[in-house]
């Protein structure tokens, strides 16, 4: 997986990850592939996707919605979460969120904790990260190069999808170590890190302009 370089002077975009980056997640997928029968070793969606039968896959499906509904319900905004949306809007960036989540509980997470982003990109959408292509996407219609977006998440996925795009990436550690955090262009603890880095950046061209 590459890393690709981050000149945050250059960046016009800032896409987001949903869970454990804009707001918090207790998904239990243990309990999922328990529930479903999918082995550890295989993706969750890829799994659903190649059930065989279809009645199995429509109660896989279901199963994983309620719970994500569920989840959506008991969600809080992450640190820093409406700092940065509120930066972001006042800067005139571009944004949006890429999430594994199915549209209507990544809706319902968005209205539950009053996120200011009315971009969002699903599983129903695009094929699920790490595939790029929801990235790739929403830079041409934005117009802008892959250097211009960096993509915020907190997951391998995140980071595997921004190096497929050659986009940028950021990882949110919430203070733990991971071992791919070197895979990501930056690693923030907190969402108010990140803004912490792009404020700086703002005075520091506003000094100089």
Not at 44 to 71: G, M, P, R, W, Y
């Amino acid at each position: 997986m590459d890393v690709i370089a981050l000149d945050i002077e250059q960046i016009n975009a800032i896409v987001f990850d949903l869970d454990n980056t804009l707001v918090s997640s207790n998904l239990d997928f243990n309990w999922l592939r328990d529930q479903i029968g999918c082995p550890s070793n295989i993706d969750l969606l890829t799994f659903i996707d190649k059930l065989d039968c279809s009645q199995s896959a429509l109660k896989a499906k279901q199963i994983v919605l309620n719970h994500e509904l569920d989840d959506a319900n008991h969600s809080t905004p992450m640190q820093g979460c409406h700092e940065l949306l509120k930066f972001i809007e006042q800067h005139h960036f571009s944004t949006a969120i890429i999430t594994r989540n199915c549209l209507q509980a990544a809706r319902q997470k968005v209205a539950h904790n009053k996120l200011n982003i009315s971009r969002i990109i699903s599983r129903e959408h695009f094929p699920p990260k790490p595939a790029p292509d929801a990235l790739l996407a929403l830079a041409n219609e934005w117009g802008l190069a892959s250097y211009q977006v960096l993509y915020v998440g907190d997951y391998v996925y995140d980071l595997q999808a921004a190096s497929n795009a050659n986009m940028p990436s950021c990882l949110v550690t919430h203070g733990h170590v991971h071992p791919f955090s070197h895979h990501a262009s930056i690693c923030v603890s907190e969402l108010d890190e990140l803004l912490t880095l792009f404020t700086v950046n703002q005075n520091d061209e506003s000094s100089t302009g």
